[in-house]
């Protein structure tokens, strides 16, 4: 059975920190999801957040990537994105912002 570890990445350590400082329901649990192993963390498409979010704030407890089309003006707070995610979120009206600014009437995809 392997050795359970964490995250090696010293920024996410000290976001998962920061969250729990907080020690409010909705940052408890993003940083329950950023303390996960690598391998059962699953990237979140730019579909998915134009498919499930309606004009409303999205929180990712990850990378968003860039497949996929977005048509509708986001909020979407994540730990990273990618160059192509950050244009298309961008030119519809969107904004992306760090993970560590979510507003905690954002819904957290997963």
């Known amino acids: 059975m392997p050795h359970p570890t964490g995250p090696t990445d010293p920024n996410v350590n000290a ?3 920061a969250m729990k400082k ?3 329901k909705f940052y408890l649990s993003l940083a329950r999801h950023l303390s996960k192993p ?3 963390k699953v ?3 730019v579909t998915k957040i134009g498919r499930l979010a309606n004009n409303e704030a ?3 407890p ?3 990537l860039g497949s996929g089309q977005i048509s509708k003006p986001v909020i979407v707070y994540a730990v990273s ?3 192509e995610a950050r244009k298309k979120i961008t030119a519809s009206g969107g904004k992306c912002l760090p993970l560590l600014e979510a507003d905690k009437k ?5």
């Not at 954002?106 to 997963?110: E, S």
């Open 62 to 64: 990850g990378k968003v």
């Open 38 to 40: 690598a391998r059962s």
């Open 22 to 24: 907080k020690k409010e």
């Open 106 to 110: 954002a819904r957290i995809l997963i």
């Open 43 to 45: 990237p979140v498409n």
């Open 15 to 17: 976001l998962i920190r």
């Open 58 to 60: 999205v929180a990712v």
């Open 81 to 83: 994105f990618s160059k």
